[in-house]
């Protein structure tokens, strides 16, 4: 992300934190698809979570592009060496909910779908945080605008699976 003529240190600094925010909650969003997805035990609930999954990295790659920051690298390593996620500390936790709750339901769709739920109305709301706290970032408003729609219409198909 580099700072333009007509931004302070400060406000790049806030445009930074916003976006790193929704950055990362976005990477888990991703995360969560695959971990559901390898948990899935129904075929068709299995395509849809990976189909998800890759509609969020499309998501999180037009974003980091869009805002210009400077190692697109350090957010869409997806996996780290060891094959371990990346994302945030809230993140992880989620995941080895899924995980757990996946053991203990057998990969039980209801079960995951719940957990989908739970996370990307997380999702939803750190968008609609981020559009609140936009008269920064004013250029990348119109496509957080799409995206958080994507995530409505997505967490909608889901919903009506259960």
């Not at 390898?38 to 990976?50: S, T």
């Not at 037009?62 to 094959?83: H, R, W």
Request: aromatic letters at 6%; proline letters at 1%; glycine letters at 4%.
């Amino acid at each position: 992300m580099s700072i333009n003529s007509t931004m302070t240190v400060a406000e790049y600094e806030k445009e930074h934190a916003i976006l790193k925010d929704l950055i990362e909650t976005l990477q888990d969003s991703f995360n969560a698809f695959k971990e559901c997805a390898k948990a899935a035990k129904e075929e068709n609930f299995k395509l849809k979570c990976e189909a998800l999954a890759s509609k969020r990295g499309e998501m999180l790659n037009k974003l980091l592009m869009a805002s210009g920051y400077p190692s697109v690298n350090q957010y869409t390593a997806i996996e780290t060496a060891d094959n371990k996620p990346t994302g945030s500390v809230t993140a992880v936790f989620h995941r080895i909910y899924i995980d757990l709750k996946a053991l203990l339901t057998n990969g039980k769709t209801e079960a995951i779908i719940e957990e989908i739920e739970r996370g990307e109305t997380t999702l939803l709301d750190t968008y609609e945080e981020t559009l609140m706290q936009l008269s920064i970032i004013s250029r990348l408003r119109s496509l957080l605008n799409q995206q958080y729609f994507e995530v409505k219409r997505d967490l909608a198909t889901v919903e009506a699976t259960a």
